[in-house]
């Protein structure tokens, strides 16, 4: 086979087709004679089975330095008809960036020309100046879905990722921001995608697919449903939230001061022993602001909301130690409770309250969790009536701090339900409009039953 062209600043395009029996053809192209065809349809073949989508998108790079960007398309009066539109050239100059670009490029013929040729291009022919605010302002208005993707990103630097749940208009913009937010992130991605799946066996990086696959064609791909609220790591879940608040702002989400980067994970908290007690960290958040974000998790419409408005808390006292406006704001929404058993699915519940009882009480270390904190967790355990939240602070403590308070309630709670004091009024109280004292009760009772025999032995006699 002969080796495909590598010019930097020309790029080559073909039309390819896949008959209905599956045979693949060049129909026209701008190479230079068969061998160059040849070779290129050898490269591309993978890539040209039909797609439910038309025009579908792919950007693939082959051994060697080349890349071709492919669209693929088909025509209802043909059935088993593909045909795929091709930019090929060095991948130094048919990029990412370049293919995605491309998406709603016009130059691509409509009809193949009769000749068979098609003329060859520049880098600069297919650039869209507009293409970078356009995918932003789209990628932006599914923030929450961006920074999901981006979370399973990093925490899978090299793995093939499949996605399902994304919006068909969105994925060109959901992988244009993903690259410009973590080329620098993940150095080992070549960025390679598909919009619809349909390339089997390709060896993208990024996949998506309109429904959850039967099987995965890679053996190393994870597919990710993202309906399914199917988080990253925590703390890759707050890299992937600072990193898209950056991509929006310009600058770092509030807390995270004059930090160039993302947080680190947590350090293994040290040996304080023999450490003078350090004043416990405060937040430089107001009330108002605190209130706005536990309003957010309140007003979650669907479980990615939720998991979203949740991680922005999370980060939010990631370095914090003093909780206090936090938890009085949690508990004047009611810890959000409403929202999560409306928005999350049962199975997932206990883990969001976990999540909520430690935004509420934690600290940045075991050892410096506050009085107050520890205060108003027993006074909660005592007398709160969000049941959810209760139970799960009795999951948080490992400690057995709270044994004798959560024992109490549940004895109070044993004693209403089982008090035989609850039950509603017997029929000895329904006609007599009135309960008394057990032995007058019973009293009363004994005699109405001796009065009625009496009368009924009188009535015998005088009906004898």
């Not at 630097?157 to 992130?185: H, K, M, Q, S, Y």
């Not at 399914?228 to 707050?238: I, K, L, T, W």
């Not at 994970?265 to 602001?289: C, E, G, H, I, N």
Request: hydrophobic share 45%; glycine share 8%; aromatic share 6%.
């Amino acid at each position: 086979m002969a080796s495909t062209e590598r010019v930097t600043t020309v790029v080559a395009q073909a039309l390819f087709q896949v008959a209905a029996d599956g045979a693949a053809s060049v129909v026209a192209s701008s190479l230079d004679g068969a061998s160059a065809e040849e070779a290129w349809l050898g490269f591309v073949r993978p890539h040209l089975r039909f797609a439910e989508t038309n025009g579908a998108l792919t950007y693939v790079v082959f051994p060697g330095g080349s890349a071709a960007v492919l669209r693929r398309t088909w025509d209802l009066q043909r059935p088993g008809v593909v045909e795929t539109h091709a930019l090929m050239g060095a991948d130094d100059a048919v990029t990412a960036k370049l293919a995605l670009s491309t998406e709603d490029w016009k130059g691509r013929p409509v009809q193949p020309p009769a000749d068979g040729r098609l003329p060859a291009l520049g880098a600069g022919d297919l650039w869209d100046p507009d293409a970078a605010e356009r995918f932003r302002a789209r990628a932006l208005a599914q923030a929450d879905l961006l920074a999901h993707s981006l979370a399973w990103l990093l925490q899978s630097p090299a793995t093939p990722i499949g996605f399902v749940g994304c919006p068909a208009a969105d994925r060109t913009a959901i992988l244009w921001a993903l690259r410009e937010i973590a080329a620098n992130e993940l150095p080992k991605r070549t960025w390679t995608f598909a919009t619809h799946a349909g390339a089997a066996g390709s060896g993208l990086d990024i996949v998506f697919f309109d429904s959850p696959p039967q099987r995965v064609a890679t053996a190393e791909m994870i597919v990710i449903d993202l309906d399914r609220g199917q988080g990253a790591s925590p703390q890759n879940e707050y890299r992937a939230n600072a990193l898209v608040y950056r991509y929006e702002y310009g600058v770092d989400p509030p807390g995270v001061g004059g930090a160039s980067a993302v947080p680190a994970p947590p350090a293994t908290v040290p040996d304080v022993a023999a450490m003078v007690p350090a004043s416990p960290a405060r937040s430089t958040l107001t009330f108002a602001r605190w209130t706005q974000l536990v309003r957010g998790l309140s007003d979650a419409r669907d479980a990615r909301a939720v998991d979203g408005a949740l991680v922005e808390l999370e980060f939010a006292v990631a370095n914090v130690d003093d909780r206090d406006d936090v938890r009085k704001a949690l508990e004047n929404e009611g810890w959000a409770a409403t929202a999560i058993r409306r928005r999350v699915p049962a199975e997932l519940r206990e883990a969001i309250f976990d999540r909520v009882v430690q935004v509420a009480f934690g600290a940045t270390g075991p050892s410096r969790v506050t009085a107050s904190a520890r205060e108003d967790k027993r006074r909660l355990a005592e007398t709160s009536h969000v049941t959810d939240i209760v139970r799960a602070v009795a999951r948080a403590d490992a400690g057995g701090e709270l044994a004798d308070v959560l024992a109490k309630r549940w004895l109070t709670e044993q004693a209403t339900a089982g008090s035989p004091e609850r039950a509603g009024p017997g029929r000895f109280t329904r006609i007599t409009g009135h309960a008394g004292p057990v032995r007058v009760r019973r009293f009363v009772l004994a005699t109405v039953l001796l009065l009625a025999v009496v009368l009924g032995v009188f009535a015998r006699g005088v009906l004898w």
